[in-house]
């Protein structure tokens, strides 16, 4: 005989409003599930929910429910969602009853994306199921159960109750570091989470979905909002975060709009040899290495401009503005004779802010630079 235990939820009728979110097309029925695992009977979905007991539905094929069944799951759990979200695969995260285990939902979208993450989620010890609880249904002894990530329920209906088609933009290397490893070269939490946005906005990311990224404690570029999330509550930094950072991100990616592809990437550096010539140069004094001390000596102003301009023309040919440059080509092209005076006019130009050190070459591998300009640099 079929027994069931009622879950602690404080909402009932979220399981219902879950399970509707991710079930199979044309799927109206639920199977309950016994206190000992086995199978139960089919029963309507609504009478499943009404019953509270714990029981299993089919899943959309473009999610992926994962469960995870060892005391680490949880951990586990949001190490998985965050590498998929990093690709613009969504996910949530639930804990499904025992201490530590858990059940991820990924929003695969693809047949081949839902393939990956499957595989990528075995390797992380969970199971791939067609069939399971959906999020928030009842454990079948009856222990707790509750929403992890997103951490309100809208927030994790929004993501699952989303097209198949439209999945998010994944973020770029440098803006997915951040969000992990923060930025010591910037002077406050908050300024880390800005530079985070405007990296997202550039991207198309949606505001939400970072917004939970960042308040997820492992990530340390979003320290600053987990303070505020600690201090003032969850809802005043959503606030904060959507009216001030977003807007903010939005309005400097509509004055600078992302570079993507070659075309762009010319007309940006014609503006920046327009911004060059109009430039005050100086003589540039820099800190040099000989015989085991440092020195200073000083660049000439015509060195530096040819520089600049060898680099910017290597940049054009490349239809980049992270060209790779190396000693004897630029040489060549800026027409300065000296190796030791490409390297030096080199150093004044990142001293100065006309282009920032990417990677070092060694040997015969050239360097790369990614240019600005000195306004560019200070913001």
């Known amino acids: 005989m079929f027994t069931h235990h009622r879950s602690d939820m404080s909402d009932e009728s979220l399981d219902l409003l879950f399970a509707k979110a991710v079930r199979r097309h044309n799927r109206s029925n639920a ?69 530590g285990h858990a059940q991820v939902i990924l929003v695969t979208g693809t047949a081949s994306v839902r393939s990956r993450w499957a595989a990528e989620a075995a390797k992380n010890g969970f199971t791939p199921r067609g069939a399971s609880r959906p999020p928030l249904a009842p454990h079948r002894l009856g222990l707790p159960v509750r929403l992890l990530h997103p951490q309100t329920p809208d927030g994790a209906l929004a993501l699952l109750r989303r097209p198949p088609a439209e999945t998010k933009p994944r973020l770029s290397g440098p803006t997915w570091e951040r969000v992990r490893w923060g930025d010591p070269k910037l002077t406050s939490g908050s300024e880390v989470v800005y530079r985070i946005a ?5 991207v198309g990311y949606e505001p939400e979905h970072l917004f939970n990224l960042l308040v997820q404690p492992g990530n ?128 004044a130009l990142v001293s100065l802010g006309w282009i920032k050190v990417i990677s070092v070459g060694s040997g015969r591998s050239a360097s790369k630079y990614r240019l600005t300009t000195p306004q560019d640099a200070t913001q």
């Open 31 to 99: 199977l309950l599930v016994n206190e000992d695992n086995s199978r139960g009977e089919w029963v309507p979905l609504e009478s499943a929910a009404e019953l509270g007991c714990a029981f299993t539905i089919e899943y959309r094929a473009d999610l992926l429910p994962l469960d995870g069944d060892s005391d680490d799951s949880i951990q586990r759990g949001f190490d998985l969602v965050q590498s998929a979200e990093a690709e613009g695969v969504p996910g949530i995260i639930w804990a499904s009853g025992r201490p």
């Open 198 to 202: 405007q990296g997202a906005a550039a």
């Open 220 to 347: 340390i570029g979003g320290r600053s909002i987990q303070k505020r999330v600690k201090e003032r509550g969850l809802e005043a930094a959503r606030t904060w975060f959507h009216n001030y950072v977003w807007k903010s991100a939005i309005e400097y990616v509509q004055a600078n709009p992302p570079i993507r592809d070659s075309t762009s990437a010319r007309a940006k550096i014609a503006m920046m040899r327009e911004t060059a010539r109009g430039w005050r140069w100086k003589p540039v004094r820099i800190r040099i290495v000989t015989t085991g001390s440092q020195v200073e000596v000083t660049v000439s102003v015509s060195s530096v401009r040819r520089a600049l301009e060898g680099v910017h023309e290597i940049a054009i040919r490349s239809g980049t503005i992270t060209p790779y440059v190396s000693s004897r080509h630029l040489a060549d092209v800026a027409g300065i004779g000296s190796a030791e005076t490409v390297r030096r006019s080199l150093q």
